[in-house]
């Protein structure tokens, strides 16, 4: 069996600890948007408060922030999931052709779970 070299192994964990800094910084910054959208999120009141034309676009506005939300609440999920990951052995490995996924991609992509051709298929 052949050995990895160290360098590549020093790399490696050099590599995953970036990735976990990173990640815990998107994590403390998903949190804080998520509280923000969630305090913006109020139930808009039948009453006169609102114009119609005024309180439809209160409606819409709720949408899109409803909409946001649950994006970013998918994605704290998604970059919690990468931290509990990625000092598994087998972060890092296409799930398909078992390849390494490029550090350029586990940047932009933490929990990316195919390299991109196995994810461009
Ligand atoms: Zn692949």
Known sequence: ??????????MISE???TLKK?????????EKEIELLESTIKPISP????????????INNQAISEAALRDKKT????MNFALTKID???????????????FNRLKSIPYA??????AGR
Request: a neutral charge; aromatic letters at 10%.
């Open 113 to 118: 779970s195919h390299c991109i051709k196995c």
């Open 1 to 10: 069996m052949k050995e990895a070299p160290l360098y590549k192994i020093f």
């Open 47 to 58: 009453d006169s408060a609102y114009g119609r034309v005024s309180r439809m676009d209160a």
């Open 22 to 30: 990173l990640v815990a910084l998107q994590i403390a910054e998903l």
């Open 88 to 102: 598994h052995a087998e972060y890092g490995f296409c799930f398909r052709c078992k390849e390494e996924i490029a």
């Open 75 to 78: 994605l704290l999920d998604r």
């Open 15 to 17: 590599e995953k600890n």
